[in-house]
Structures are given as C-alpha cells and as structure tokens.
C-alpha cells in the first residue's frame, strides 16, 4: 500500500472508529495527539474518565490486532502519562487503554482495556 493510501485509509478508519464511541456517549477530545512516545491515534472522555484509543485496520480483526506491538504499546503509556501531566488531576485521572480494530468490511471490534492496564 503506497504511503498516501496508507494515510488516507487510516484516518477512514480512526473516523469509524471515532463515530462508534460518539454513538457510545464518548466525547472526542484529541486525535492524532503527539507525545513523547509518539502518535496516539484518538483520546475520548467519558464521565471525566479519558480513553486512550489505539486504531488499527486489516482485512480481518486478527490480523489488525497482531499489528500492536509491544514497544508501541511502551510508546502510548509514555504519550499519554505526559497528557495526564496537564490534567486537573494528573496521574490519579481515570484511564482506559482501548485497541480498536477496523475490518476490510468497515466493521468496528473494540477491546477495552486492551494493554492490561
């Protein structure tokens, strides 16, 4: 897949996933937030909680899901520990680490707290 496509099928993707959590009540507050870490692709609140959300697309959720890696998933705790820094509350805020997957057919598989955390 060529850069430009890449791109543009992923932010497809992150808007698909962005409208299943607004369907859910969740609020967007970020997308595409740049860290420290790196790139976290969308962060939503809910009740005053913050959800930190990982987007990946393939053919099918397996394949999008073994696309996570673990140093990644270093990089998104780094990011989002220095997002928490500005919040009212800090570290102590509520937090979810959610993956997201995006199938070939659009469909959207959303496992909450994704990284064990």
Avoid at 20 to 46: N, V
Avoid at 64 to 88: D, G
Avoid at 96 to 115: H, I, K, L, Q
């Amino acid at each position: 897949m060529s850069g430009s496509v890449s791109y543009h099928s992923s932010l497809a993707a992150e808007d698909i996933v962005a409208s299943d959590y607004a369907r859910r009540g969740f609020a967007l507050r970020e997308r595409r937030w740049r860290g420290p870490g790196g790139e976290i692709d969308l962060i939503f609140e809910k009740a005053g909680a913050l959800v930190f959300v990982e987007v990946k697309k393939a053919r099918d959720f397996a394949t999008a899901a073994a696309r996570i890696t673990a140093r990644q998933i270093e990089r998104i705790f780094t990011s989002a520990s220095c997002y928490l820094a500005v919040m009212p509350t800090g570290q102590d805020t509520e937090t979810r680490f959610d993956a997201a997957y995006v199938n070939g057919a659009g469909a959207v598989e959303v496992v909450e707290n994704a990284f064990g955390v």
